[in-house]
């Protein structure tokens, strides 16, 4: 089922299940606003199939989890994400941290990279996103979840640390709604340049590697529909990290290059590795002071050391039946 259902005995004495038909429906003003229209198209469709939407736009950071954290779960069969992955990250967050029943999770892709929307094969027309959300097969997922010495954040999709986190930590959230998708280029031009060898410490299940850079993901997909991990899968309880071993400003170029082109996972210097808990600590920084970012799916959020492993908490997310 894809929402909380109730055990009702019928006038013949036979049970069923229902599931209520109501969608709390979250929406990030700021992400894809070139894509409102969508938002709307999708209500109106779900609407149409005898479902209620009710509608709440954030104001702010931390707003969607809130509202994740109150939502009531004999109210709503659904609550729905129009946002990016750091809208969607926000409602992860907060539903893992319930320890009673919670709805299951649509989504309504917008922003800029929508990697979960990739990784779980949404359609991304309104009649597609619509129909998932009323009909669509839930997928159990336990969320990953870095933790720091400043505090804990779970994440559906990835931690990264190294160059990704940086040019995460370099575009502000002007740039992004200016730019979208540019930004991160442009960002990614602006570390290449200053670039320098820092190499991390990467403890996998009690065995240690060194890399230039690292992301520690639970899905395949990374920025988009671009693969790092072929064998991750959300319903799978392990962690897949994947080593940058190679230095350089040269090998930099040569790695995004490969994941352009799709080529990334048999590339020279580059490997996955499963496990279940993960730390990740700065060996040598090359003359970098200060922290060290870490990326939470797609957002600036801490700083290494951290540890990482399986949120004790799980999230239900809709994917097309």
């Known amino acids: 089922m894809s929402a909380i259902a109730w055990l009702l005995i019928d006038c013949d004495g036979s049970m069923k299940l229902v599931v209520p038909k109501a969608v709390l429906l979250i929406v990030n003003p700021t992400a894809g606003r070139r894509r409102r229209g969508l938002v709307e198209a999708v209500a109106a469709r779900v609407r149409a199939a005898g479902w209620s939407v009710d509608v709440v736009e954030t104001q702010a950071a931390g707003d969607a989890r809130r509202l994740a954290e109150t939502c009531d779960a004999h109210r709503y069969g659904v609550i729905a994400v129009a946002g990016g992955d750091g809208t969607i990250n926000e409602v992860v967050n907060g539903l893992a941290g319930r320890r009673d029943e919670t709805p299951a999770v649509g989504i309504v892709p917008l922003g800029t990279a929508n990697v979960l929307a990739h ?10 996103v619509a129909q998932t959300m009323v009909a669509g097969q839930p997928l159990l997922v336990q969320p990953g979840e870095a933790i720091n010495g400043a505090g804990a954040r779970c994440f559906s999709l990835m931690a990264g640390a190294g160059f990704d986190a940086k040019v995460v930590a370099g575009v502000s959230v002007s740039l992004k709604r200016r730019l979208g998708r540019a930004a991160y280029v442009w960002r990614s031009l602006v570390e290449a340049r200053r670039y320098r060898p820092v190499r991390y410490r990467v403890e996998i299940d009690g065995k240690c590697h060194e890399a230039s850079s690292v992301i520690v993901t639970r899905s395949r997909h990374y920025a988009g529909p671009y693969v790092v991990a072929p064998d991750a899968a959300l319903g799978e ?26 080529r990334l996972p048999k590339s020279g210097g580059y490997r996955v590795v499963a496990g279940r808990r993960v730390k990740v600590s700065v060996l040598n920084d090359a003359g970098e002071r200060g922290a060290q970012p870490v990326q939470i799916d797609g957002d600036n959020a801490l700083t290494l050391p951290v540890s990482i492993g399986l949120s004790a908490g799980a999230v239900r997310l809709l994917q097309p039946g």
């Open 119 to 128: 990784e779980l094969g949404l359609g991304f027309s309104a009649a597609d």
């Open 237 to 262: 309880p392990l962690l897949h990290v994947c080593l940058f071993e190679r230095w350089g400003r040269s090998q930099t170029f040569r790695y995004g290059l490969a994941l352009l082109l799709g």
